[in-house]
């Protein structure tokens, strides 16, 4: 823990939508934020603006997911290790694309999935060690099951979501709490110019308070929107024959 | 996507760019399409469309500097008025400005030069910008302000977002004793009576009216005016208790098949509002005193599927008076003036296509129907006669030779875009209605 009763809070992909209103939530919420991305330098004026809006200090980091040989030294850069890491790290490419071009298939992968099994994997090695921390990672109902328009990503969120479920089972008596986030839609630059269906769809402010709210209440999985869930668990029910003759 | 103002008339189908880091316009001007800004989408009528490409700058909405000492605040044009309400208020500060809804942008504040309850005092928005960041059309960015590009600077002022884009803005905050209004609400029984009201109370901060529209005989004109002033401490700043959760309370979820609207419901509502604002002086939070439509959310959809209309017009002059009346005469027999017509007088006014000027500015919302459009039709005659003018963040259909009779700075207005936008870069559905 960071001084006398300041809590911190490490955003891993912090160049995503949903990162500035969540780190002004968590400034104004009286914790000392990091944000971490590549280009940190391209943080500063949000370093200025939580400053304005909190009275904080915050600070930027540079972090590259992929970049799974400096994740070590990342993490040593800090000091202390924070109370909680929040990886909002993630990477949507066409289906269309992926399917036909391995390498773009092989970076969506490494950006959702084999980056974060090395960076969250380490920052549970320190926390586990520490006895405390919280760790939450922006997953999708995407790796919930695969379909036809979007296997390849949602392949390396199914990957993400089943390893922090596993970590969650390992670190639980460790007092180390595991929370796993399921977006729907979210208007974000990942999704521009798609049509969404805009009952099903958060804005990055609702993600935000979504993501904050699961921390306070510690909360495990939690879908935004909630109706989320009671589709996917729908979805998840049909039987594979039945399933694979759908266009979802 | 298919965008439209907050009267939801036009819908437009239009292309959307998203500017997350003011650093990235220069890629914005780069395509080789058409552009025009676009805040919180609360202008009215077609400003903020371009079916070519719509900019969202609600991503730009970083605050730059804020000087708590001296009170002046430097921030990124997407940034909205509910937001910067937040973060200056507990520090005991208050915008210099703010119109009736605080969902907008600064950005958006400075291009439609908004006007409040306090214009005959205070003057409009653009009164109080000390300097502004200003994308141009061949990719430069300037700043602006009386003494550096002083011409650009008095042009955007109630540019519509048509000199160029606005990145960021610096202005001057106005202090205040608390997060209290004190409001005082007086009913006058006739026209007569609520211009006489103005009047008399010149001097108070805050003075609007709510003006019953369909009112007729005796009755007609009669209205409530609002006075209001900022608030002596009776609690500390950051007392709990003064703390209500910011946004709607309300939502109108879906848009209504039909409007509920008619002449006689907006009878109804006007007659119990009218009878329902006892004369009283009461102690209000802020919000309440000069956002109540903003606690519901959506209020624009109780229009129905093809939007509404907002009317808003200024009359000067020695005639003033009578204009006002007879315009007034005309909403009445046109019969749907809706249950929101508001009446202020305003104060001198600013350069270009700013709106505010000294006279009695009168809005009033109509949903869009064939009669309703013909009653415009007819208001714009008056109108003319008077050399009034229509607000321009407001309108969706006003004829070119009204706006360019109601705006004596227009030619030069039209001078300065073909000297900085010879190729019309930046352009929106209202610039190529009203070839601006």
């Known amino acids: 823990v960071t001084g006398a009763g300041t809590r911190s809070i490490l955003i891993l992909g912090a160049h995503s939508d949903v990162a500035r209103p969540l780190a002004r939530i968590y400034a104004e919420d009286g914790y000392k934020v990091i944000l971490a991305a590549r280009n940190s330098n391209r943080l500063s004026s949000d370093l200025a603006d939580l400053r304005i809006r909190s009275g904080q200090e915050s600070d930027a980091r540079e972090f590259d997911v992929l970049d799974t040989a400096g994740h070590h030294s990342f993490l040593d850069g800090l000091g202390e290790l924070p109370d909680t890491v929040i990886s909002l790290v993630g990477l949507m490419t066409p289906q269309a694309r992926a399917q036909s071009d391995f390498a773009a298939a092989d970076l969506m992968i490494r950006s959702n999935y084999l980056g974060l099994v090395s960076i969250l994997g380490e920052v549970a090695n320190r926390m586990e060690q520490r006895g405390s921390g919280t760790i939450i990672g922006v997953s999708s109902v995407a790796g919930d099951r695969g379909r036809a328009t979007n296997y390849i990503y949602g392949s390396a969120k199914a990957g993400l979501t089943a390893f922090m479920s596993g970590l969650r089972n390992r670190l639980m008596p460790r007092r180390v709490t595991v929370i796993t986030i399921k977006p729907g839609f979210v208007r974000t630059r990942m999704t521009a110019g798609l049509a969404l269906p805009a009952a099903l769809t958060a804005t990055p402010e609702e993600l935000a ?3 904050r709210h699961a921390h306070r209440k510690k909360r495990l999985v939690v879908y935004h929107r909630r109706i989320w869930r009671l589709i996917i668990s729908i979805v998840r029910c049909l039987p594979e024959r039945v399933f694979m003759r759908m266009q979802l | 996507m298919i965008l439209t103002g907050w009267g939801r008339y036009p819908a437009i189908d239009c292309k959307i760019e998203t500017l997350r880091d003011t650093s990235d316009i220069s890629r914005i001007f780069e395509l080789d399409r058409s552009l025009i800004a676009r805040g919180n989408g609360r202008a009215y009528g077609d400003a903020a469309l371009n079916p070519e490409t719509t900019l ?21 044009a997407g940034m909205l008025l509910s937001d910067l309400l937040e973060i200056i208020v507990p520090h ?7 119109p009736g809804t605080k969902f907008v942008t600064i950005g958006g504040l400075i291009a439609a030069d908004v006007h409040g309850k306090n214009h005959h005092v205070d003057g409009s928005f653009g009164r109080h910008i000390e300097s502004l960041r200003l994308a141009l059309p061949d990719g430069s960015v300037v700043t602006c302000s009386h003494s550096e590009n002083d011409e650009l600077f008095a042009a955007t002022i109630g540019g519509m977002g048509l000199t160029g884009i606005i990145l960021s803005a610096r202005f001057r905050l106005r202090p205040v004793a608390s997060k209290f209004i004190d409001e005082t609400i007086i009913r006058a029984p006739s026209l007569e009576a609520l211009l006489s009201l103005f009047n008399a109370h010149h001097a108070a901060t805050y003075t609007v009216a709510w003006i019953d529209c369909l009112a007729r005989g005796p009755n007609f004109g009669r209205g409530v005016m609002i006075l209001g002033e900022h608030a002596m401490p009776d609690r500390p700043f950051n007392d709990n208790k003064s703390r209500r959760k910011p946004g709607p309370r309300l939502s109108v979820p879906v848009e209504l098949p039909i409007s509920p609207l008619t002449r006689m419901t907006i009878g109804l509502f006007n007659e119990a509002y009218y009878r329902l604002q006892k004369p009283r002086v009461r102690r209000r939070f802020y919000d309440d005193y000069f956002f109540p439509l903003d606690i519901v959310q959506n209020w624009n959809r109780i229009y129905g599927r093809r939007g509404f209309i907002q009317y808003q017009c200024v009359i000067g002059g020695k005639d003033a008076e009578n204009g006002l009346r007879r315009i007034l005469e005309l909403v009445r027999d046109v019969g749907l003036g809706s249950f929101l017509a508001v009446l202020k007088k305003l104060g001198p006014g600013n350069r270009y296509l700013s709106f505010p000027m000294n006279g009695y500015t009168l809005a009033v919302d109509f949903p869009v129907r064939v009669a309703t459009m013909d009653g415009l039709t007819r208001l714009d005659a008056v109108l003319s006669e008077h050399a009034g003018r229509i607000y321009l963040a407001k309108d969706a259909r006003a004829p070119r030779n009204l706006i360019e009779r109601g705006y004596p700075d227009i030619e030069r ?24």
């Open chain 2, 92 to 98: 005991g500060w208050f915008p210099p400005v703010v």
């Open chain 1, 209 to 211: 308070r979504a993501i």
């Open chain 2, 413 to 436: 207005f039209r001078e300065l875009r073909r000297k900085i936008d010879p190729n019309r870069k930046i352009r929106s559905v209202l610039s190529e209605r009203l070839g601006l």
């Open chain 2, 56 to 76: 969202l700058m609600k991503g730009c909405d970083r605050f730059l500097e804020f000087d708590p000492e001296a009170g002046s605040v430097e921030c990124e």
